[in-house]
C-alpha cells in the first residue's frame, strides 16, 4: 500500500513536469511562429524599364514600341516562395497593349531572384485609343503593368501556406528623350 502511494505520487510529480515541459515548448513554439518565422510579405521591386525599341513610320502610320522589364523578388522569409506560371499585362488607358510571361521559379528563404521579360506594345491598339494623340502630342505614353502571382510559402520545409502577391506600376514612357519612369506597388494575400 505504501508503495503504491509512493508510485502515484511518483507518477503525478512525472506527470506534472512533463506537462510543464510540454506547455513551455509549444509556448516557445508559438511565439517563434509569431515573431521570427512569422510570414512576411516579399518585396517586389522593379529595378529598371528600359525602352529597347521605339520606332514610329508616319505613312503609313505604324508604332512600334518594346519594353524590358526587370522585377526584383526579395522574400524575407525563413521558407522558399515557389510560384507558377503568369501572365503581366500592360494596360494604356484601360486598354489592353501587351502581355508578357511570366516563368514559374522557386525564391530561396532569405533570397532574392530577378526576373526580366521583353514586352512588345501592340501599336494598332495604341493608335486606336482616344487618349493617344493627346498623349502624343504631350510627348509622353502613361501605360499601367499587372501581374499576380499565385505559389506556396514553405518555412521550415514543415509548414506550407498558399501565397498570393499582386504587382501594379505606373509606367511614363517619354518618347522624344527615348527614357522610362516607372512606380511600382506591390501586395499579398496569404
Known sequence: MVRNKKFAKGLKICCSITLLLLIIVLVTAVVLFLTILKPKQPKITT???NLE???FFPLPFLLNVTLGITV???NPNYGSFKYGNSTAYVTYHGDLVAEAPIEADEIPARGRR?????????GDRLVS????WADHDAGSFNFSSSSTLHGKA??????KMKVTTHN???ITVFFLAQNVSSVCKYRVHY
Do not use: A, G, H, P
Not at 530577378?114 to 501592340?122: A, H, L, N, Q
Not at 485609343?129 to 493617344?132: K, Q, T
Not at 514553405?154 to 509548414?159: R, Y
Open 53 to 55: 525599341y521605339i520606332k
Open 129 to 132: 485609343n482616344r487618349y493617344f
Open 47 to 49: 529595378q529598371e524599364v
Open 154 to 159: 514553405k518555412v521550415l520545409k514543415v509548414l
Open 168 to 170: 501594379t506600376c505606373d
Open 114 to 122: 530577378d526576373i526580366s521579360t521583353t514586352v512588345e506594345v501592340i
Open 72 to 74: 526584383t523578388i526579395d
